[in-house]
């Protein structure tokens, strides 16, 4: 009778727990569903005049080119019965296309190639505590900053005079207002809910690079290409050559003046830095880098400033008529704002005032980019023009790092609307280079870009599809 009715207890038990199981998941909600968006350019610019004499950087460059930069984007979300939204975001770069500048020395200008550019989870309720992030994305100051490219000719960041991703430029720089401090690494975000319109926004990531490399035990998560640890799960202080701790905070207002629709953020981008190698050293665990082995305090102690980016913009909108303006400040980049580009400060010539050797101080290099655009529309059809200026100090090689080279960029043009996410663009482009003073020649006869005023202009035509 005991094991009867322990028996007749479980089985009981059993069904109560079973019908409790089921009561709790028996839900309207749906699991994350995905669909698949992008966006492709494709474009053709005919440099129509541009200064191509030895030392300038469009000599002997082909005034022709076609481009094209392809967007995938796989988006999956839910939103559940109590409120919350969950989701992934992943946005793959599918192209292979020239990007910005040109190495001094060789003339090669390398090519963009297909990569992962963003992938992150979120959680967020936007009525009530605001959003969550996890994965590989751009900082918050980066993701709300406004203006850009806003009443352009396009009115699309992808394409203007104030972008990376689309250019037609024989410069030796390219301007760009929204710089990408920490390259998209793994990083948690947090955006507030939107009260009266004001929503502040932070994010924080401990190392530069993204996403899983070799993991634990050997080169570390998320220690990137720069980082040569031999083992250890997360990255080194010194090893790194660029910085750690790179965090970000912005605000932004949204909301109507009477008949005029407004927009405005502010943001702010910083990091740390103790020390980064070469590329030939390897610091072990447990030991420290040392004087000379660190490139930044070997070379003066130029380069180990914290760098900090900030931005402001502001976009209104009145009837048919469109105003963007955006600006932001670097200083203190590792490598410089260009990535490598430019020359830094010469610190010593020949006799034949030649300079034959140079460095990169960081700690004193400022660089401005400011964006202003406005258009006009009416019906399928946008007019617009923008303005784009860059000042970037210490890339001319001149002995004064504070000696800045000028890029201006102006555009005018308009776009027709073909229907739904399709779209023809069509612009003329002038774009200025102010090497801001003489020339500052090299050695074994190499040419100085960067210390020579260039002059183009381009016709450009593009065109858009959306999905």
Excluded at 254 to 277: F, H, L
Excluded at 431 to 454: E, H, R
Aim: glycine content about 14%; proline content about 3%.
């Amino acid at each position: 009778m005991k094991k009867l009715l322990l028996g007749t207890s479980a089985l009981v038990a059993a069904g109560l727990f079973s019908n409790g199981a089921l009561a709790q998941t028996a839900t309207t909600d749906t699991p994350v569903q995905f669909k698949l968006g992008g966006q492709y350019y494709a474009g053709a610019g005919a440099l129509v005049q541009q200064d191509d004499n030895p030392g300038q950087v469009g000599y002997k460059r082909n005034p022709v080119s076609f481009q094209d930069y392809f967007l995938i984007r796989f988006m999956g979300s839910t939103t559940f019965s109590n409120g919350v939204t969950a989701g992934v975001f992943t946005r793959l770069n599918a192209f292979s296309a020239p990007n910005g500048n040109v190495n001094t020395v060789s003339g090669f200008q390398s090519s963009n190639n297909t990569t992962i550019k963003d992938s992150y989870l979120y959680l967020k309720n936007a009525a009530t505590w605001g959003e969550f992030r996890l994965g590989d994305d751009s900082d918050v100051r980066r993701n709300v900053a406004t203006g850009n490219n806003a009443g352009a000719a396009n009115g699309d960041g992808n394409l203007g005079a104030n972008s990376a991703a689309l250019q037609w430029l024989n410069m030796p720089v390219y301007n760009f207002t929204t710089f990408n401090l920490d390259s998209r690494g793994t990083k948690a975000a947090y955006y507030s809910p939107t009260i009266a319109g004001f929503q502040l926004s932070a994010s924080f990531a401990p190392d530069k690079a993204g996403g899983h490399t070799y993991g634990p035990g050997n080169v570390g998560d998320n220690s990137g290409l720069t980082d040569r640890n031999t083992n250890g799960l997360t990255p080194s202080y010194q090893n790194n050559q660029s910085a750690y701790n790179y965090w970000s905070v912005a605000g932004s207002w949204t909301g109507t003046v009477g008949p005029v629709k407004a927009s405005g953020t502010v943001g702010y981008s910083a990091a740390s830095r103790k020390c980064g190698v070469s590329s030939s050293i390897t610091v072990p665990l447990g030991q420290s880098a040392g004087a000379a082995a660190c490139s930044i305090a070997g070379s003066g102690g130029t380069q180990n400033a914290s760098p900090q980016v900030y931005n402001a913009g502001l976009q209104v909108d009145y009837g048919p008529f469109e105003l963007g303006a955006d600006f932001e400040q670097t200083m203190a980049i590792p490598g410089g704002v260009m990535n490598g580009g430019g020359l830094g400060q010469a610190t010593a010539f020949n006799a034949a005032g030649q300079a034959t050797a140079f460095i990169f101080k960081t700690n004193e290099m400022n660089s401005k980019n400011i964006d202003l655009n406005v258009s006009y529309t009416i019906g399928a059809i946008r007019l617009g023009a923008e303005w784009s200026r860059g000042i970037y100090q210490g890339i001319t090689g001149d002995a004064d790092v504070k000696r800045a080279g000028t890029q201006d960029e102006i555009q005018i043009g308009g776009t027709y609307t073909v229907g739904p996410g399709v779209a023809l663009v069509g612009m003329i482009q002038e774009a200025i280079y102010d090497a801001g003073g003489k020339y500052v020649p090299l050695t074994g006869g190499v040419q100085n870009i960067y210390a020579k005023d260039s002059n183009s202009t381009a016709l450009i035509f593009e065109t858009s599809l959306r999905f």
